[in-house]
């Protein structure tokens, strides 16, 4: 059983456009003990996104004096933009008991990891339900660029592979059923049971997508 005074990491993870920052905001709406870990990035707003709520932009120079001081748990060049949680805020949140999403890719999560921090914490890979809804999904990001979607879409063949490397996967082919799945993984996991998944399943969907 996990004690009520310490919070637990939660990092949600998927390759680029199935939908886990969607998921995370929605568990965070849901859920007053829930706080987002916001990250640093060198990249440009999108549009919609505001500043200190779904990021911290920060130019290339300042990002690099936050990694010489080491302010950062985990930090990750995606796109050819630089991304990083700091270490301060994370801190401050579990201290006070909240349970903290992070909403980042495999990179930051096996640096997470290996740093063996005392708080639980529960990985949960998130797939796209087949290759359509994905590719659909990239399209409306004002992603235009044909060039900019087949990156996309070759890393995504690459990210894939990533996900023996969590506790949990599950596949977002509904919003609804994708976040209740993920909270009954929470909840069985701060109960301290094993919530199973059906690898087999799992497998034979990475294998259709990757095809």
């Given at each position: 059983?996990?004690?009520?005074?310490?919070?637990?990491?939660?990092?949600?993870?998927?390759?680029?456009?199935?939908?886990?920052?969607?998921?995370?905001?929605?568990?965070?709406?849901?859920?007053?003990?829930?706080?987002?870990?916001?990250?640093?990035?060198?990249?440009?707003?999108?549009?919609?996104?505001?500043?200190?709520?779904?990021?911290?932009?920060?130019?290339?120079?300042?990002?690099?004096?936050?990694?010489k001081?080491?302010?950062?748990?985990?930090?990750?060049?995606?796109?050819?933009?630089?991304?990083?949680?700091?270490?301060?805020?994370?801190?401050?949140?579990?201290?006070?008991?909240?349970?903290?999403?992070?909403?980042?890719?495999?990179?930051?999560?096996?640096?997470?990891?290996?740093?063996?921090?005392?708080?639980?914490?529960?990985?949960?890979?998130?797939?796209?339900?087949?290759?359509?809804?994905?590719?659909d999904?990239?399209?409306?990001?004002?992603?235009?660029?044909?060039?900019?979607?087949?990156?996309?879409?070759?890393?995504?063949?690459?990210?894939?592979?990533?996900?023996?490397?969590?506790?949990?996967?599950?596949?977002?082919?509904?919003?609804?059923?994708c976040?209740?799945?993920?909270?009954?993984?929470?909840?069985?996991?701060?109960?301290?049971?094993?919530?199973?998944?059906?690898?087999?399943?799992?497998?034979?969907k990475?294998?259709?997508?990757?095809?």
């Open positions: 059983m996990i004690s009520d005074r310490t919070g637990v990491m939660i990092v949600i993870s998927s390759p680029s456009g199935v939908g886990k920052t969607t998921l995370v905001k929605l568990l965070a709406k849901r859920n007053k003990n829930f706080e987002i870990s916001i990250s640093n990035t060198t990249r440009i707003p999108r549009k919609n996104e505001i500043e200190g709520k779904d990021y911290y932009f920060i130019n290339e120079e300042k990002f690099n004096d936050l990694i001081t080491k302010s950062f748990y985990e930090y990750a060049r995606v796109f050819n933009n630089l991304y990083g949680t700091l270490k301060a805020p994370v801190i401050k949140n579990l201290s006070q008991g909240k349970d903290v999403l992070f909403d980042i890719d495999w990179q930051g999560s096996k640096q997470i990891k290996r740093l063996k921090l005392k708080n639980k914490l529960i990985s949960i890979f998130i797939l796209p339900p087949n290759i359509k809804t994905l590719r999904r990239l399209s409306n990001r004002d992603m235009k660029d044909k060039l900019i979607l087949q990156e996309r879409m070759s890393q995504f063949n690459r990210d894939v592979l990533h996900w023996k490397e969590y506790d949990h996967v599950v596949i977002n082919d509904d919003l609804k059923k976040y209740q799945a993920v909270m009954s993984i929470i909840n069985c996991e701060k109960k301290g049971k094993k919530f199973l998944f059906d690898q087999n399943k799992i497998k034979e990475i294998s259709e997508l990757i095809s």
